[in-house]
């Protein structure tokens, strides 16, 4: 088996996203899409295959509503070569999406059906795999090595650098002695279903692995649709930089999927933004930043003095809140994974860690009730993958390929407080918000304001303008004008320093 096998040509890839706020519909339109096309109103012969975060998802919704079929029996990605043989409408699980390799590419290329792709959510594209030990906040099947095992992968021959990518070299004899070396079977099938990038130099030889999703797993689909939210400057968006693919933007609006004026980006915003209450102030607040790295130091502290004070930021805040009308069952919060307990509380000054939910959770409505959140963390993406793609940035001087961690941590930062009460579309209720780290506390805090703003606007622009005084200089100019949104809006912007339209 080899990684570079072209089966049959494939035109140019697009990415087809939908990218609309929670709450919207996304799941929604995409079942609907399936449904669609099963009443027999597809001219031609295609079928569709799901990819949901859970197993849960997979078999309690997609599974029973859409009678979709799963793999059903170890290893499942030989059980769904059947499935696709078959020309099955298929739904599994990110996880499973994950060990892709050569032979799915053949039984999707060599199906009587054309295969179209919906992600809910964008599944992993990037893996770091050089580090001691799995990690807690890793995805289960994550793969690691050490300095020592990439050194000797080099020195025996094992692996080798071609074109700018690590090739596995299945005649070494390391390769070939599975008794002794099983251990490096995991970069063997790694390389089936990733790009491997060298990272990294010591003495002439690479330090690190980068691993990328083949851009052929994609490629053998008729389309490929990504159902997610704030995926600008995301690694979606990386990931199509550096592998030229094009990426078509899209929105739903009232159950349907509407394509973007030009299929450009346009930045959207959840209802009930304006519903938010961020707690702010000496009592809430923290300088430290709360990354994992605090966690780390915090917790080998003799002292526990930061974690001293954050758990009474966390009394303050829970106190507070509780005067607001919030409860224990109504609360949740989160950190990172591996120093949740940490926090472990009895129940009588915060919640317990019943009330825990993983900082990584999305896709899950289970909390609707929940009008406190507090988000104890500070997020950033994978150090090693961010430097690579600056270092590749600036090879190619490609400043799309720059990672946005900002982005990333607002993005990771707003699916999960939209897991709360805030996400059910009639209320009105507030939802109360604490977050003790600077960065993390800003960054929802501009972005809830460059929402009000954004909304005021399109406001004006649906018409509400007209409650207000309009001088009859302005009546005469919007006369003259071809009254297109577009239009409007260029008139209300060099007119918006008028104090009617303030």
């Not at 919207?24 to 975060?53: Q, T, Y």
């Not at 999707?108 to 799995?134: C, M, W």
């Not at 490609?398 to 699916?415: I, K």
């Not at 109360?432 to 993390?440: A, F, L, T």
């Amino acid at each position: 088996m080899t990684n570079n096998k072209t089966f049959h040509k494939q035109p140019p890839l697009t990415f087809r996203i939908i990218d609309s706020p929670m709450g919207i519909g996304k799941s929604a339109s995409l079942m609907d899409l399936i449904r669609f096309h099963n009443r027999g109103f597809d001219p031609e012969p295609r079928r569709f295959i799901v990819f949901v975060p859970t197993i849960r998802e997979r078999d309690e919704r997609y599974g029973s509503e859409l009678d979709l079929k799963s793999p059903e029996t170890p290893p499942y990605n030989k059980s769904i070569l059947e499935l696709i043989r078959n020309g099955e409408n298929i739904v599994t699980t990110h996880s499973l999406w994950s060990i892709f390799n050569d032979e799915t590419i053949r039984a999707f290329s060599e199906s009587n059906y054309k295969y179209i792709a919906l992600f809910d959510e964008v599944p992993q594209l990037f893996r770091d795999v050089v580090g001691t030990g799995h990690k807690l906040d890793e995805p289960a099947g994550s793969i690691r090595f050490g300095p020592a095992d990439i050194k000797l992968m080099q020195q025996t021959g094992m692996v080798r650098v071609q074109d700018g990518t690590i090739r596995f070299n299945p005649e070494c004899e390391y390769a070939k002695s599975d008794k002794d070396y099983k251990v490096f079977n995991a970069i063997k099938n790694l390389s089936y279903s990733c790009t491997l990038y060298p990272f990294g130099e010591k003495d002439g030889t690479f330090t690190s692995i980068i691993a990328f999703t083949r851009p052929e797993l994609f490629a053998c689909f008729r389309e490929c649709w990504f159902y997610s939210y704030m995926t600008d400057g995301s690694m979606l968006h990386n990931y199509c930089a550096m592998n030229h693919i094009d990426m078509e933007y899209y929105h739903i609006d009232d159950g349907r999927m509407i394509r973007n004026p030009g299929g450009k980006y346009v930045e959207t915003y959840p209802r009930g933004i304006e519903n938010l209450v961020i707690l702010d102030g000496k009592p809430f607040n923290m300088d430290a930043s709360l990354s994992k790295t605090w966690y780390h130091n915090a917790s080998k502290d003799t002292s526990q003095a930061g974690l001293k004070e954050l758990k009474q930021k966390f009394r303050n805040a829970y106190e507070f809140m509780k005067a607001m009308g919030v409860r224990s069952d109504s609360f949740l919060f989160t950190t990172f994974n591996a120093y949740k307990n940490l926090l472990r509380s009895n129940g009588r000054h915060y919640p317990s860690l019943r009330r825990f939910l993983p900082c990584n959770t999305k896709a899950t409505n289970s909390y609707q009730n929940c009008t406190g959140v507090a988000y104890l963390c500070n997020r950033f993406f994978d150090v090693t993958c961010t430097k690579f793609l600056e270092q590749r940035a600036k090879a190619e001087n490609n400043p799309e390929l720059l990672f946005n961690n900002d982005n990333y941590a607002l993005s990771e930062l707003v699916q999960f407080v939209w897991r709360s009460h805030v996400r059910v579309r009639e209320a009105c209720q507030p939802v109360y918000v604490w977050i003790p780290d600077r960065r993390m506390r800003t960054l929802l805090q501009d972005f809830q304001e460059r929402a009000d703003k954004t909304l005021k606007k399109r406001a004006l622009l649906r018409g509400t303008w007209k409650s207000r005084p309009v001088t009859p200089n302005l009546k005469r100019i919007l006369a003259r004008i071809n009254r297109k949104k577009a239009d409007l809006y260029h008139a209300f912007a060099m007119l918006k320093a008028k104090r009617f339209l303030l």
